[in-house]
Structures are given as structure tokens and as C-alpha cells.
């Protein structure tokens, strides 16, 4: 379902992405993991073009997706769920969802914000607030519910556990459980490996724009030597 090929990204002369590639396929969650740096938030970027890679092709269900602009990228069946979550405050709930709606897409799960809310039932108890007076964890909810109201082929999660309580934690990972069985594709940045273990098919591992490991789970726990190298603080 989407491809990266020979990536190079930029942040002005700063070379953050040095020719990095890797597949998803349909229906897999892939976990991106690597330390603070690594490039994990410029490849989400660069998948939606909200950083224009100089070199590579960014290949979504066979078209390349490389200089189009990002409202087009969200357009194709692309959902990004930024780690700084970005919900608008001054708006309530629901007014947060209707801001992400967008048409049925074939081949895409279709939600509403009826099974949105049986999907977040802790924002159900408060569709009438407005986003400032939630917790952390229940804005990241909202983020994931906002951005699943486009109706994506494909869910791109920046560091969905980084700063929430531990119950949220849970709750975050058996909601990404649930759109996998869903059919979703997602594709998740993350340090925290318990987590990332938990929820992915398969971890890609990325240490100064550059891929070191792809693969299962299994064959990432049978080498140690890869953690140590490119997971360890």
C-alpha cells in the first residue's frame, strides 16, 4: 500500500533523511522505532509532504505522492495524527469531528461519529467540550477520532503513547487492535517498545534518517545486539 524509496529530506541544510525505504502492506501495523532524532516525525512528514523530499519516491497505492500538496496526500485516503495532536481547542468535541469529515472511500473501514464514540467511549461523556478542558490523553482520542473521520486507507500515529497516563496507554493500544481487525493500515512512531510490541506486525527501525532493521518482532527479540545499538538510552 505504500512504499518509500530512496527518501532524502531536509530540515535547510540539515540532511535528516539519508535514502530511507521500506513497504507497507495492506492491512499490516508497522511500528517506526528509533530514539528522540532518529527521524521517525520526518518520515510521517514526508509521507504527508508537509516536508517536500529532494530525492525518493513516496508511492500511495501506486501513484507517488512527492510534491502534491498535502490537503491533496489527506485527499488520496492518507490520515496523519501529529504528535503534538493539534485539535482545536476553542471548539467541543463533536465540532472537532466535523472538521475531519470526509466522503466514503471504497476499501477504507467507514466510520461515524455514532462508532466513534462506542470506539472512545470517554468522549462520548464529554462530546460537549470543548477540547482545552480535556486531559492529554483524551485530546490524543479525539485527535485519532477527528482524523478517522476522513475515512483513511491509511493511519499514520506520531508517538500516540508519549505523555498519557498509563490506563490511556491501554486503552490506546487496544484501540489500535481494534482498527487493525477493522482492516486499517497503520503505521506508528514510537520509543516505547512494550507498547509498539504489543500493537505492530513488524518494526522498522531508523537511527540518523537510515533504516537498520526490518522485520518481525520475533527476529528483532533474537537479536539483541540491533536494541542495544540503535533502542538503548
Avoid: C
Wanted: glycine letters at 10%; proline letters at 5%; aromatic letters at 6%.
Amino acid at each position: 500500500m505504500l512504499e518509500l524509496e530512496n527518501v532524502h529530506a531536509f530540515y535547510g541544510k540539515a540532511h535528516i533523511l539519508g535514502g530511507l525505504s521500506f513497504t507497507v502492506g495492506r492491512g499490516e501495523v508497522v511500528a517506526l522505532l528509533g530514539r528522540n532524532g532518529a527521524g521517525k516525525t520526518t518520515t510521517m512528514k514526508s509521507v504527508m509532504q508537509l516536508v517536500r523530499p529532494r530525492e525518493g519516491r513516496v508511492v500511495f497505492q501506486g501513484a507517488d505522492l512527492v510534491g502534491r500538496p498535502a490537503f491533496r496526500v489527506a485527499k488520496a485516503g492518507l490520515g496523519y495524527v501529529p504528535e503534538e495532536r493539534r485539535i482545536f481547542t476553542d471548539l467541543t468535541v463533536l465540532e472537532n469531528l466535523e472538521v475531519g469529515r470526509q466522503p466514503t472511500r471504497e476499501g477504507a473501514p467507514s466510520w461515524s461519529v455514532e462508532r466513534l464514540f462506542e470506539l472512545f467511549p470517554n468522549l462520548a461523556e464529554r462530546r460537549g467540550n470543548r477540547g482545552k478542558a480535556m486531559s492529554g490523553g483524551e485530546q490524543q482520542m479525539l485527535t485519532i477520532a477527528r482524523t478517522l473521520m476522513g475515512n483513511p486507507l491509511l493511519l499514520l500515529l506520531d508517538e500516540p503513547s508519549e505523555g498519557i497516563a498509563p490506563i490511556i496507554v491501554e486503552q490506546m493500544a487496544a484501540t489500535i487492535l481494534e482498527l487493525k481487525a477493522e482492516g486499517l493500515t497503520v503505521v506508528i512512531s514510537e520509543q516505547n517498545l512494550h507498547f509498539a510490541r504489543a500493537v505492530a506486525d513488524r518494526a522498522i527501525i531508523i537511527e540518523g534518517g537510515e533504516k537498520k532493521f526490518d522485520g518481525p518482532f520475533a527476529e528483532l527479540d533474537a537479536r539483541p545486539e540491533v536494541s542495544d545499538a540503535y533502542l538503548a538510552v
